[in-house]
């Protein structure tokens, strides 16, 4: 059983940054991809970003590619997501999600086995 915790989110005003945490308690993350998904009041749920079990290969939404960092850190368990450049736009309610069969694409939700509760991000203009 992986179980997620996400922490960081906050008020922050345009052209802010904030740093997301995503930490979990399950032996099994090191080796499970990550990803960010998000979703707005009122949309359907966006993803953000995602990352390779390793590292190696990460994963971004055209909406926030140049302004977005995602990493992670497997002797912490933790995978984190940098946000800058923050627009009101970006307000949402963002989600770190787990896969551990490592198939299917970043891309969608159907490769994700475990999720979080999810932290709030409110952008103000």
């Known amino acids: 059983q992986v179980q997620l915790v996400e922490s960081g989110g906050g008020l922050v005003q345009a052209g802010g940054s904030l740093r997301l945490s995503c930490t979990s308690s399950g032996r099994t993350f090191s080796s499970a991809r990550v990803a960010w998904f998000r979703q707005a009041q009122g949309k359907e749920s966006e993803f953000v970003a995602a990352i390779s079990w390793s590292g190696g290969s990460t994963y971004y939404s055209d909406s926030v590619k140049g302004r977005f960092t995602i990493s992670r850190d497997n002797a912490k368990n933790t995978v984190y997501l940098q946000m800058n450049i923050l627009k009101p736009e970006d307000t949402a309610v963002y989600y770190c999600?787990?896969?551990?069969?490592?198939?299917?694409?970043?891309?969608?939700?159907?490769?994700?086995?475990?999720w979080g509760q999810g932290t709030q991000v409110t952008v103000s203009s």
């Open positions: 999600a787990a896969g551990v069969r490592r198939s299917g694409s970043a891309y969608v939700r159907a490769s994700y086995d475990y």
